[in-house]
């Protein structure tokens, strides 16, 4: 596909002052009031009127086939929408003559749009929000602390824009008075940092991998129910059924969500963790569940399930698209398609919760619960089996179980790979049994945590759900993968992420953390880490609309002169929050110890009978399980 990025570039009366293109191995830029360049491929304009009419030459004439930027649509194509209707040009930038229609939304929700017939705009930022974009095997490592070009594109590319800071709208000013190549080249660069965002992250050929999946086009690609809706009906259609008309239907109640086991807080070694490979298609598969072969709740005969819902015992349109999905993934990870085995994927786990919409034409709670109550009675069943084995659980999630093992190493793989083998052929003759099906159920024994780390609840002595810390090996490399806790939490301090993944690896290597501790909190206190107590937060709406209650952040952000954008990067200092930029107190280091470092450091301490205040003052009382 042929991409071209689009920027412009406005003065303080909001006049035009230059706009650019990008593409592969091509540029352009048109500037106004007769500003003159000596660089080929800027184009001198007498005014706003006359960089319209030669950049729509210059755009029909380039014939793009996808157009893009950064907020394009509800900034730069709505400014030129309202320029061209302005000097009474006509806004048809597509392969016909129509005019392009703009639609604007200011619902939160909703994405603006733009049809230029014959073309596609791809807006760059709300393709790097889009949930199914922003956990694509591309990006989804990547830590973007807001979704602005220069904080996305220095992640991305370890790059970002010419101009930065508060100040950028008076040097734009001044830079179209006096350094007017200056401004091209930041100009220019916006739309090259769009551009090649778009190439690195691979999110164009995302989009075309799940629109050819679904037949939707490749800016309807966020909708689930859509994408639904085109692949059933069509299936449906072909084995002689009438798919009902759209109707809204209130909800009720909602759907029930996966088993998650209350974990017992602690520290453990050798832990198997397995895994339902795609629990919710599968369970679909397995038992038929399907709009079409529904027959209605506790209607005793075909294929009734854990909630009482039945469908007839005959494969139906939902289990056989599902079929097809699966061995499209299957394919394209033998062949090292990643991008396409994950397409796949989100399609896959998304039909679910397509069938709890009340948006979905085929929206039906006793179905949805099906799903769900399925597997959470397969993951309960699950864990008591193995339990049944001598193993102890000690956590359960939605589709996997953790497993505490007595044996180590090489041992403790041969007993996840037995449990693995054993479970699956459970699954396969309890299925045929008593459903007279296949089972598609396939439980895989994913990794060993050499240690696993549950911390409590704070204030509690119960175990904190999807919050956890484990240290496994990666081609024969230790490393320390973390989920839910504060040290990949963007509401705290970079400090206090550093301090837990070191206080981590001291905890799983068996090594006194006693001094490690006392030395961070003495080098927090002379301000080695200063550059990593701040705080950022997105302003949500205006300062002035705080009006019940006056967060950190924003009061931070009143004490700005300007206020640049909505992110607000602060410290805590004697004198409360100070916003990075106009720091005039000494940063309140009591303040970080109390509330950063002190509850993580407790989150983990109170698994040894431990406390950060007993370390810090040398307490006799401290437990000797603390040394």
Not at 236 to 253: D, H
Not at 569 to 574: P, Q
Request: hydrophobic share 35%; aromatic share 10%; glycine share 6%.
């Amino acid at each position: 596909l042929k991409v071209l990025s689009l920027d412009i570039e406005t003065g303080e009366r909001g006049e035009l002052l230059c706009l650019g293109l990008y593409s592969d191995n091509y540029k352009k830029s048109f500037v106004s009031a007769g500003k003159t360049s000596k660089r080929k491929f800027v184009v001198s304009c007498k005014d706003e009127e006359e960089i319209l009419e030669k950049f729509k030459e210059e755009f029909l004439d380039f014939d793009p086939d996808v157009i893009t930027g950064w907020s394009v649509i509800d900034f730069d194509f709505a400014y030129l929408r309202d320029l061209f209707e302005k000097y009474k040009i006509n806004f048809s930038l597509g392969r016909t003559t129509e005019k392009s229609r703009l639609k604007i939304e200011s619902n939160f929700f909703r994405s603006s749009t733009l049809k230029v017939s014959g073309r596609l705009v791809l807006d760059g930022l709300n393709f790097i929000r889009d949930p199914y974009i922003r956990d694509s095997p591309t990006i989804k490592s990547k830590n973007f602390e807001n979704y602005t070009l220069e904080s996305v594109s220095n992640e991305m590319l370890g790059k970002g824009k010419l101009l930065k800071g508060k100040g950028r709208g008076v040097e734009i000013i001044d830079l179209f008075e006096n350094n007017i190549d200056k401004l091209i080249d930041y100009n220019l660069l916006d739309c090259e940092l769009v551009y090649d965002i778009l190439d690195k992250s691979k999110m164009i050929d995302l989009a075309i991998e799940r629109a050819e999946l679904t037949g939707m086009t490749l800016d309807r690609i966020g909708s689930s129910i859509l994408s639904f809706d085109s692949l059933y009906i069509r299936d449906a259609t072909k084995q002689g059924f009438v798919s009902p008309t759209m109707r809204y239907v209130e909800k009720t109640e909602r759907i029930t969500g996966g088993f998650v086991m209350n974990p017992v807080p602690g520290i453990y070694d050798n832990v198997l963790v397995f895994d339902f490979k795609s629990l919710y298609p599968s369970v679909i598969r397995t038992f038929n569940i399907d709009p079409l072969s529904f027959l209605g709740v506790n209607k005793k005969k075909g294929v009734c399930v854990f909630n009482g819902a039945c469908f007839e015992n005959k494969d139906g349109v939902l289990p056989g698209i599902l079929d097809r999905l699966h061995q499209a993934r299957e394919k394209a990870k033998k062949e090292g398609r990643e991008l396409s085995s994950y397409a796949i994927k989100i399609i896959m786990n998304s039909f679910f919760g397509v069938l709890a919409s009340p948006n979905c034409r085929y929206f039906n709670m006793d179905i949805a619960n099906a799903i769900t109550m399925s597997c959470q009675e397969l993951i309960k069943k699950t864990m008591g089996m193995v339990e049944d084995k001598g193993h102890k659980v000690i956590y359960g999630d939605t589709d996997s179980i953790f497993v505490s093992s007595v044996e180590d190493g090489r041992e403790a793989i041969l007993i996840g790979e037995k449990v693995e083998k054993d479970i699956n052929a459970f699954y396969d003759k309890f299925v045929t049994e008593n459903y007279d099906r296949k089972s598609f159920l396939e439980l895989e024994f994913e990794k060993l945590y050499l240690s696993l780390m549950i911390p409590a609840v704070r204030g509690t002595k119960e175990g904190a759900k999807k919050r956890y810390a484990g240290l496994k090996k990666v081609n024969g490399k230790e490393e320390i993968e973390i989920v839910g806790l504060e040290a990949i939490r963007g509401d705290w301090t970079e400090a206090a992420g550093d301090f837990q993944r070191k206080l981590l690896d001291f905890v799983f290597h068996k090594k006194d953390f006693k001094k490690y501790i006392l030395k961070f909190v003495e080098d927090l206190l002379k301000g080695s880490f200063d550059d990593k107590l701040v705080y950022r937060k997105q302003l949500r709406k205006n300062v002035e609309d705080y009006t019940k209650t006056t967060p950190p952040h924003v009061k931070a952000a009143r004490k700005l002169k300007v206020i640049s954008g909505s992110l607000v990067e602060y410290l805590v200092t004697v004198d409360g929050p100070e916003p990075l930029q106009n720091l005039k107190h000494k940063i309140d280091y009591d303040h970080y110890l109390e509330k950063q470092i002190k509850p993580v450091a407790n989150s983990i301490l109170g698994l040894f009978d431990c406390d950060f205040d007993d370390i810090l003052a040398g307490s006799k009382q401290t437990s000797l399980s603390c040394f």
